[in-house]
């Protein structure tokens, strides 16, 4: 009870494997986690969803399900401009998909919350495969979003998150700290 702490888990693990990371040691139990950050926030002024790199390319394998989150800001030049947030799948990756992905428009007057399940993913970017927020409570201030899904998936290829401004001509941007985290179930 008044002795030192013992190591823990991951201390014990680097004892053996000095040269690994906190991510191989959760790869060693066989789970699969990757967590990707934006690093540095991504801006548009079009209504066509790009991809947005630092938190995209996320290999998932045939035979496999993945449980996806992602929890992020946005925030708009304008009042009346909001985001498109979507999923987009390439490299020739199939899944099932069940989830939903969640934001908030707040005014003075009202706030209203928007949800949009996601039942199905493909390679384009569609109505089942993200949401449009219709505006901001004030510029430039950040607005929460989030996501989950569970991935079940029947061909590999790559899991992508795609971004773009709900109004053309007008600014609206992907925080940076906006994160993605997949794990193998």
């Known amino acids: 009870q008044n002795g030192q702490n013992g190591f823990s888990a991951f201390e014990v693990w680097k004892q053996t494997n000095p040269s690994g990371t906190l991510q191989d040691f959760y790869n060693s139990f066989g789970v699969k986690r990757v967590i990707k950050k934006l690093q540095n926030s ?19 394998e ?26 987009v799948l390439s490299g020739g990756a199939v899944v ?18 928007l949800r949009q399940t ?9 109505n089942n495969s993200g949401l449009v927020t219709t505006g901001v409570g004030a510029i430039n201030t950040p607005v929460a979003f989030q996501s989950q899904m569970i991935l079940n998936c029947t061909a590999s290829g790559f899991l992508n998150f795609y971004f773009a401004s709900e109004v053309a001509a007008s600014n609206a941007t992907l925080n940076s700290g906006t ?3 997949i794990e193998e179930i």
């Open 96 to 113: 099932t998909a069940h989830g939903f992905i969640e934001s908030s428009i707040t005014h003075v007057v009202a706030s209203t919350a």
């Open 42 to 60: 991504f801006v548009d002024a079009t209504i066509t969803p790009k991809i947005v790199g630092d938190i995209s390319n996320i290999i998932i």
């Open 179 to 181: 994160i993605i985290i």
């Open 118 to 126: 996601i039942l199905q993913l493909d390679g384009t970017v569609n």
């Open 62 to 87: 045939n035979g496999k399900s993945y449980r996806v989150q992602l929890l992020g800001t946005l925030q708009t030049a304008a009042t009346t401009t909001g985001g498109r947030l979507h999923w």
